[in-house]
T-cell receptor, first 110, second 113 residues
């Protein structure tokens, strides 16, 4: 399967702590994207990192990409209860198609 | 407001009764796609369309049809639904996906009994 794999599948932390989620993939990619999904709702695009980039920041989000290891990580700093959601990585190869991972379910406890 | 609109949000139907889930986007996006989401399996692509009159199969196309007669609309058709098509369905659209990513609809929860 071309699907990405997120790790861990579920993560529970306290408000104020950092949350780190990892994603691995198997093919060559042009970019890797992270999406957020609140329970049962549509996915929302968070951040995109190109294959020639190693790190990218957006607000409290930090994404890294290691193409030699075919892996990426998403760090959410100073987490809030409102960050509770599922987070998906998705990678794009040579077409417009995005292949999604299975997601990490993050719970931030107040 | 830029958005992808799916209808209906919830649908319960019986096996074999043809149904259509509509998807419309107002962003003039060339690319549109349908995904299904199932517990433990993540999002899997059903069909996609690169532009008007251009559609292609994704990873799980069996039992589904699509059409793209207009740029803004991309309906998903289940000719003879079966219980294994019970799922949460998402429509997504994009342009320059490698720059801006996808915009997703709010989802359609389908139950086939």
């Amino acid at each position: 399967s071309q699907q990405g794999e997120e790790d861990p599948q579920a993560l529970s932390i306290q408000e104020g702590e950092n949350a780190t989620m990892n994603c691995s993939y198997k093919t060559s990619i042009n970019n890797l994207q992270w999406y957020r999904q609140n329970s049962g709702r549509g996915l929302v695009h968070l951040i995109l990192i190109r294959s020639n980039e190693r790190e990218k920041h957006s607000g409290r989000l930090r994404v890294t990409l290691d193409t030699s290891k075919k892996s990426s990580s998403l760090l959410i700093t100073a987490s809030r209860a409102a960050d509770t959601a599922s987070y998906f990585c998705a990678f794009q190869g040579g077409s417009e198609k995005l292949v999604f991972g299975k997601g990490t379910k993050l719970t931030v406890n107040p | 407001e830029a958005q992808v609109t799916q209808n209906p949000r919830y649908l319960i139907t019986v096996t074999g009764k043809k149904l259509t889930v509509t998807c419309s986007q107002n962003m003039n996006h060339e690319y549109m796609s349908w995904y299904r989401q199932d517990p433990g399996l993540g999002l899997r692509q059903i069909y996609y369309s690169m532009n008007v009159e251009v559609t292609d199969k994704g990873d799980v196309p069996e039992g589904y049809k699509v059409s793209r007669k207009e740029k803004r609309n991309f309906p998903l058709i289940l000719e003879s639904p079966s219980p294994n098509q019970t799922s949460l369905y998402f429509c997504a659209s994009g342009s320059d996906v490698g720059v801006y990513g996808y915009t997703f609809g709010s989802g359609t929860r389908l139950t086939v009994v």
